[in-house]
């Protein structure tokens, strides 16, 4: 299937050059998916607040860094998607585009952004080819206490390039993504600390992934373990109590 998304995009292009695929056309290409991924502009949703490099880095050697999802260095080799459940990489960029970005149209492999963004992956590699490890938490359950000070580099790490500072909020995505912890409590104040805490782990575990609301990604166990998670609720001050 990624064989194919691939052959479709490059016949469109050459196509489309009317001179075969030049060098030239090829990097015009791989810029213009470099600026998408970089960019909101995969989604027409004026209530879109992310771009791929929101979840995603493109070198597996990046700064560090805990994103909700992989790097994506060698993505048009993978076998899968999201664990299994996707087959094809344009389904899986169909999927975020759907879950998180608001889009409701699907991108087709004669789309102009999907040429380009196929170009752009492409040009990453090589990379990893193997399906990245992806295991959903599917029964939130609480979690032991954890470590604040290690919960606040946590924080730095996996959680400040959306929601921006801690009580702050300085830096997010947008006016939408909740500062944390106040807003996210102040949205869910009729329920009790111990419950609140659980939303949050539900949150981080599943965002939006398994019908949870807002459009927050999902942190399987491979990024974020359940004693990172216990750290970063401690750091937030969601005890339970």
């Not at 090829?26 to 004026?46: E, I, M, T, W, Y």
């Not at 991108?107 to 492409?122: F, K, P, V």
Request: charged share 20%; with cysteine.
């Amino acid at each position: 299937m990624n064989r194919l998304f691939a052959s479709l995009c490059l016949a469109s292009l050459c196509f489309e050059t009317l001179s075969g695929c030049s060098s030239g056309a090829r990097q015009s290409a791989v810029d213009a998916g470099r600026a998408l991924f970089d960019s909101k502009a995969l989604s027409p949703s004026h209530l879109n607040a992310y771009a791929c490099a929101s979840c995603h880095d493109a070198d597996p050697l990046s700064p560090a860094s805990k994103k909700a999802g992989a790097p994506l260095a060698g993505v048009t080799l993978r076998p899968q998607f999201w664990g299994g459940q996707v087959a094809d990489l344009l389904g899986a960029v169909n999927a975020c585009r759907n879950y998180f970005m608001l889009a409701n149209d699907p991108l087709t492999a004669s789309d102009h952004d999907a040429q380009a963004l196929y170009a752009y992956l492409e040009s990453l590699e090589p990379g990893d080819p193997a399906a990245a490890p992806f295991h959903v938490v599917t029964s939130i359950e609480d979690v032991p206490r954890g470590n604040a000070p290690s919960g606040q580099i946590l924080f730095a790490e996996a959680c400040t390039l959306c929601h921006g500072d801690m009580h702050h909020g300085s830096g997010r995505l947008g006016d939408a993504v909740p500062i944390l912890p106040e807003d996210t409590i102040r949205e869910h104040a009729e329920f009790t600390p111990r419950v609140q805490r659980l939303i949050f782990i539900e949150k981080m575990r599943h965002g939006r992934f398994l019908g949870y609301g807002g459009v927050m990604p999902p942190f399987s166990s491979d990024v974020l373990s359940d004693p990172d998670v216990s750290d970063l609720l401690e750091a937030l001050g969601m005890l339970g109590e």
